[in-house]
């Protein structure tokens, strides 16, 4: 079966520090993975995919399929970065089977 | 539109009764995914709907635990009977399958308390 680790229940950093949420998955196949975030109050909402290779908020996360990982990373934090943050996986394409989630990373930005 | 809607936002239940969720899901997306959230476990995915139909309930902890989408646009989650272990936030989400992307779109959830 599959599994997504989140290994940082809780990660504080200063405004202006790089950020690295860390996931790794174990599954036997070719897996999608996701990132999602839940800010305060609001849903749970995707912040970005692997196939898109896309920056969204000045995040960027890389497959790397030797080490099974799929970190989270953004070069300068930002108070409203504070939030939720959970790495996801599909089996299939577009999470046409639902995602295995981990259990989450809170992020905190300090001023 | 105004996203997944669920109901009750918040239920406070005694151990024994029935307890069931609501989920509208996104008009013209064809599955549904009813997850899970505690403390211990994260989110678990519980059942997920194509087109209406149960694909896979391998996640229900158990034959209390029972779902149902009658149509495109309404699904049911039902407890019976409830347990104060049930107690937990549940998640409704719907997404569109059929082609790139497939982004869930989730609810606010629902937050059972069983006494």
Known sequence: AQRVTQPEKLLSVFKGAPVELKCNYSYSGSPELFWYVQYSRQRLQLLLRHISRESIKGFTADLNKGETSFHLKKPFAQEEDSAMYYCALSRMGGGADGLTFGKGTHLIIQP | ?115
Not at chain 2, 23 to 51: A, D, V
């Open chain 2, 1 to 115: 539109d105004a996203g997944v809607i669920q109901s009750p936002r918040h239920e406070v239940t005694e151990m024994g009764q029935e307890v069931t969720l609501r989920c509208k899901p996104i008009s013209g997306h064809n599955s549904l995914f009813w997850y899970r959230q505690t403390m211990m476990r994260g989110l678990e995915l519980l059942i997920y709907f194509n087109n209406n139909v149960p694909i896979d309930d391998s996640g229900m902890p158990e034959d209390r635990f029972s779902a149902k989408m009658p149509n495109a646009s309404f699904s049911t989650l039902k407890i019976q009977p409830s347990e104060p272990r049930d107690s937990a936030v549940y998640f409704c989400a719907s997404s569109f399958q059929g082609g790139f992307g497939g982004e869930l779109f989730f609810g606010e959830g629902s937050r059972l308390t069983v006494l």
